[in-house]
């Protein structure tokens, strides 16, 4: 079955590493998108994708890259993480199916925490 | 500026009542609208939809109703069910070619006995 994996599901950083957290999918959508939970501000657009080679930012993107090199992979890291950047993190995909908004399909997310 | 608001951060509701859960969103080029689903530790799931040329669509026990003229969503379970206890999110999207979801901060669910 096709899926959306995120790994790791929980990490410890430090402040000022640069972290990477990795999302997969094997829907084979064109569309993907991370987003981070925090209380009191539902989910955040970070930056997402419309295919290889084009990203985008999101609405809070500072302290934030990716990178799109093949469909099934968008990674995103935190150049030099800060304890702002404590979230949970999702990673989402869909289908560009040209008939309205394309539902979303999200990872397990993973939680990130910055000490 | 919150562009999709649910002002209601939880609600309790008995099993087998209805639950009614709401939102309203501020920008006009939203033509599409969307609830998800959130157990703890696990990604939203897709729950409904629905596009702004509708009013109403339901599916089993859920059902989203859209009131342009109000900028205003609901979503009614009937009946409620134990398993329905979660956090509810509403997204909005202006639809097309770009369908960046815009989300509310959630509503969370609790169906007692």
């Known amino acids: 079955d096709a899926e959306i994996t995120q790994s790791p599901r929980h990490k410890i950083t430090e402040t000022g590493r640069q972290v990477t957290l990795a999302c997969h999918q094997t829907?084979?959508?064109?569309?993907m998108f991370w987003y981070r939970q925090d209380l009191g501000h539902g989910l955040r657009l970070i930056h997402y994708?419309?295919?290889?080679?084009?990203?985008n930012k999101g609405e809070v993107s500072d302290g934030y890259s990716v990178s799109r090199s093949n469909t099934e992979d968008l990674p995103l890291t935190l150049e030099s993480a800060a304890s702002s950047q404590t979230s949970v993190y999702f990673c989402?995909?869909?289908?560009?199916?040209?008939?309205?908004?394309?539902?979303?399909?999200f990872g397990p997310g993973t939680r990130l925490t910055v000490l | 500026d919150q562009q999709v608001k649910q002002n209601s951060p939880s609600l309790s509701v008995q099993e087998g009542r209805i639950s009614i859960l709401n939102c309203d969103y501020t920008?006009?080029?939203?033509?599409?609208f969307l609830w998800y689903k959130k157990y703890p530790a696990e990604g939203p799931t897709f729950l409904i939809s629905?596009?702004?040329?509708?009013d109403k669509n339901e599916d089993g026990r859920f059902t989203v109703f859209l009131n342009k003229s109000a900028k205003h969503l609901s979503l009614h379970i009937v009946p409620s069910q134990p398993g329905d206890s979660a956090v509810y999110f509403c997204a909005a999207s202006p639809g097309g070619t770009a369908s960046k979801l815009t989300f509310g901060t959630g509503t969370r669910l609790q169906v007692t006995l």
């Open positions: 920008n006009s080029m939203f033509d599409y």
């Open positions: 829907w084979n959508h064109n569309n």
């Open positions: 994708s419309y295919g290889v080679h084009d990203t």
């Open positions: 989402a995909s869909s289908d560009r199916s040209g008939s309205g908004a394309d539902t979303q399909y």
């Open positions: 629905i596009s702004s040329i509708k």
